[in-house]
């Protein structure tokens, strides 16, 4: 289990990076915006994931997209960010609706409850007022 | 190889592996890595086939470390970011893979004997 069974050099985030850096503004102004763009995609993911590895996977991203960049151009950035979504569209999306969806109800139930109970506590002290005054 | 640890149930629900686990679980088969490294070597593994992005590799990764197969650790000897986490298998973890592999194994002898795949020493 010990051998390497693979002999292509593995690029580290680092030096990916340092690669992107090289190419042209415009290339760079695209990889900052899909980096920003990833950091948004970020927030889907479950609050702990983000927490234990949000930074790492921030990083590996630009490191990836980088590398994909230099070696595929634009077609392997698009089929990247494909991956990318569908990367979320199986997982914690659905999750995060459906979180919200449950939601709202619960939340509506919850609230409309609240408030009956409300209007009946005063709408008793208020009577238990007018009895008195008669 | 008979497995070297005995798995816990959790850990043996695993089985048989999906591609991002066992993938994870084999391109640190041979030593620590990053996760960029991990990336980059399960696209080698699998002769670029099997393709996965930081969602579907750390939400393997925090499962295989919650799980025990893999743990987290900090190398010293990293130029560049000391505090860079490393990924390594854990005795569970080589035994799971090697579970799933003989698994492959006996499942690609069985192949062999229906002549559904070729024998190993075929150069077709």
């Known amino acids: ?134 | 190889m008979a497995p070297r640890k005995r798995l816990s149930a959790d850990q043996s629900k695993l089985l048989p592996l999906t591609p991002a686990v066992f993938f994870v679980l084999f391109a640190l088969a041979d030593g620590k890595k990053h996760g960029y490294a991990i990336m980059q070597q399960v696209a080698a593994l699998s002769s670029g086939q099997f393709r996965m992005g930081p969602g579907t590799l750390y939400t393997t990764i925090q499962r295989l470390v919650d799980l025990q197969l893999i743990e987290e650790i900090f190398s010293p000897d990293d130029v560049h970011d000391t505090r860079r986490r490393y990924y390594r298998l854990t005795g569970a973890g080589e035994s799971l893979l090697e579970t799933d592999l003989a698994r492959m194994r006996s499942l690609l002898d069985t192949a062999r004997k229906l002549k559904l795949a070729s024998p190993p020493w075929s150069w077709e």
């Open chain 1, 1 to 134: 289990m010990s051998r390497s069974i693979v002999s292509r050099t593995i690029v580290s985030p680092t030096s990916a990076s340092g690669t992107s850096a090289s190419g042209t503004s415009a290339a760079s102004g695209t990889s900052a915006a899909s980096v920003r763009m990833y950091a948004a995609v970020l927030r889907c993911y479950p609050p702990e994931l983000q927490h234990r590895y949000g930074p790492e996977m921030s990083d590996v991203f630009a490191a990836q997209l980088a590398d994909i960049r230099t070696h595929e151009g634009l077609a392997g950035v698009l089929l990247f960010w494909l991956l990318v979504v569908a990367e979320l569209l199986r997982g914690p999306l659905p999750l995060r609706l459906l979180r919200t969806l449950i939601s709202i109800p619960v939340l509506s139930v919850l609230s409309s409850s609240l408030l009956f109970f409300i209007f009946y506590r005063v709408f008793y002290y208020v009577s238990g007022l007018t009895d008195a005054c008669h």
